[in-house]
C-alpha cells in the first residue's frame, strides 16, 4: 500500500494540476514498481509560503525581494559591511 506526500507552497496549484500530479505519481508507482493503483494513495499538502523556507528565508520574503530585485546579500545585511569598507575608502581622501 504505497504512501506518496507532495508538498508545494501554496501558490494557486490547479484542481486539474493536482489531478495530473495524483496520477502521475500513481501510475509511476505502478509502471516502475508494480503497484496496484487502487491501493496507491496520494497527498497533497499545500504549505503556505511563510511555513516554507529555503536558503535561509522564507519563501514570502524571497518572493517579495524578487519582485523589488534586491540582492539577497542584501537582505540579510551581507553586503552593508562591504560597501560601508568601500564607501569608507573613497571618501578618506
Known amino acids: ?10 501558490e494557486g496549484v490547479t484542481p486539474q ?3 495530473q500530479l495524483i496520477e502521475g505519481a500513481t501510475d509511476l508507482l ?12 496520494v497527498i497533497i499538502d499545500e504549505v503556505e ?3 516554507w523556507g529555503v536558503n ?5 520574503a524571497r518572493r517579495r525581494r ?6 539577497l546579500g542584501e537582505t540579510r545585511g551581507e ?5 560601508s569598507e568601500k564607501n569608507s575608502g573613497e571618501s578618506g581622501g
Open 17 to 19: 494540476q493536482k489531478r
Open 30 to 41: 505502478s509502471r516502475v514498481l508494480d503497484k496496484d493503483p487502487a491501493t496507491t494513495f
Open 79 to 83: 553586503f552593508s559591511a562591504k560597501n
Open 56 to 60: 535561509r528565508e522564507s519563501v514570502t
Open 1 to 10: 500500500m504505497p504512501y506518496v506526500n507532495i508538498r508545494v507552497t501554496n
Open 49 to 51: 509560503t511563510d511555513n
Open 66 to 71: 524578487e519582485k523589488g530585485g534586491e540582492a
